[in-house]
């Protein structure tokens, strides 16, 4: 299938992925953010990028009590990002590779943060959009997405249904989908250029991220695998994805031993941003967690809300959606699955400004 | 009067300052962040600073359109930061200062943005902090502060009586009023640091910024006249201020001539964060506007949401109080006080998730 067709995936109906050979890390210190991984991103001209400043995010040690101990922790606080959230860095990618194919319209849909950076984005690149969002995404990413000027579809349903309406309308035009996006996930991985940078050019031995749709999961293998391919590294740390009790069908396969997501029944979460009934590359991204010697865990909604005040008490304000990682990380270490002496990397994919009506909510009424 | 007495004002009652001739700006790249500038920065030790990671936020350039014409002009996203506002950089110098001064409890004043700021970094550095807001503060800001852990108190009245209280609650203890603060400011500067490296070793011709206390004015002369004495410019980029209609006390002295500011009678306003009465440095910041021969504007209600609107359909959302320095831009280029051809830079202070209630309530109810 050639991208001049701008086909969005292959006629078979599978999700489409660019040579992975394609790529080389090879940053240059002198470009700013994401942009100094242009050998790594799959564009004609990465010096002609759409940007908004993406990249270079902080990363903040701390420590990190459980019972039984405590740990230093690292984090990649990558919810401070022009829009608030990590998604940012593969929608300036996909965006930039989508205005050099000359698409004119883009419709994607999203349970809230890819939308406000789609939104973004497509308004920096002067691009009309259309988002499609679940009736109950959160109010502030909603506002968000509409002064970017898109156009602001609630889907009534479960997130699944969101994605239906964006292709369907899609029709002739383009379907954006980040999800099914060949290119959005090389915008994902600089994330892990940059643990391994900001860590000294060294490899943590464990990186712990929420699971929804796995991109921080296959992000982090791809740019390790980069890594070591370059030479600058050995080893591939060991990729741990945490998703929420309520909607776990990842973390079902992987408990199984199974190699596609595990139909389950979902229960509500606050957990919004993973809430993924179907994860569209599922597959792979049970086979990186394995071939990483990972791991997976399930928490409850009590520990996910217990993991975002912990942390807020360190001065990193996060979403529900992103504290799953910080419940897995305890559950992790009380467990000993990950040890209190290694290097462990969480990622902070969105922030608590995202979220203000519910985090309120949890505090007055909180997870028993 | 000497630090280790802990004074935070003379005897006489006078805000202190730094000595001048302290700092030297010799960025290293080596380090991250605003401690690159170690150099420029009031501390012992800047190689242990309190730090949530930040400083080098975005630097965006888009097209700016106005009646008459459309102007390319530079934006520092200094709302990307930890805690979503450009306080960051000020506070962590600030904390980190007085962690080494050995303050035990910090009480301090805020509209919202700067106490959400002292909640995360006291957190980061284990500091109990109790943060005196005006009660009209936004819900988000106020959330913020509390999950941080902050002893959150809200003051009835205008924004003064918050200080007020603040002052007399501290006591015998330190109180850490970040406008009253010698050590702030200096963390404020390295914003303009950025800007003189983002633009590639360049001053600009022009600086626009929301104007409250105006620290985000001296700041900006405080840098670049560092950035002078170390022989890397020969100029000062013309410093602007822009405040409310309906708080305008530094513009009503600087239209007059006069060099403290005016007394006004204050209306509401949707900028809340620049809402002061009382700037407690405006004589300096009247003073170094003077001395880059920059200017003042204020701008109506309509213009601050018309300026958010149209900068947020570039993809860039931000908060009320920043918008004000969109309208005052408008407005230089349409007087030809700031012409089309020339380097402008505009802050951009808070992020637009701080303020979702009231974007909401303006996209309801816009103003006249």
Redesign the interface.
Known sequence: VSEEELAWRCECGAYLNCPPDAFRYDPNPAL??IWRYASSLPLERPDRPV????G?????S?DWAYNGGTARIHCK?DA?????SYKDRGIAVQVSRLRELGVQRIADDSSGNAGASMA??C??ADIPCDIYVPEAAS??KC??I????ANLVKVPGPRENAGTAARESAKGAYYGGHNWSPYYIHGIKTCSFEIFE?LGNEVPDNIVCPAGQGCTIRGAFFAFSEIMKAGKSARMPRIFGVQSEACPPLYEAWRRGEKKPHPIERKPTIAEGIASLVALRGDATLDVIAKSNGGMAAVSEKAIWEGL?QL??????VEPTTATALAGLTKFLEEGVIRPDEKTVVVLTG????T?EL??RL?QNPPA
């Not at 509409?146 to 000027?149: I, N, R, S």
């Open positions: 700013p953010g940007t908004l400043g993406e270079m995010s902080p990363f903040v701390c606080f401070i990002s022009p829009t608030g973004a984005y308004a920096a109010e502030a506002l968000q509409a002064m970017y000027g900001q005040q807020a008490k360190k001065g990193l304000y922030f608590g400004l995202k203000t985090i309120m505090r």
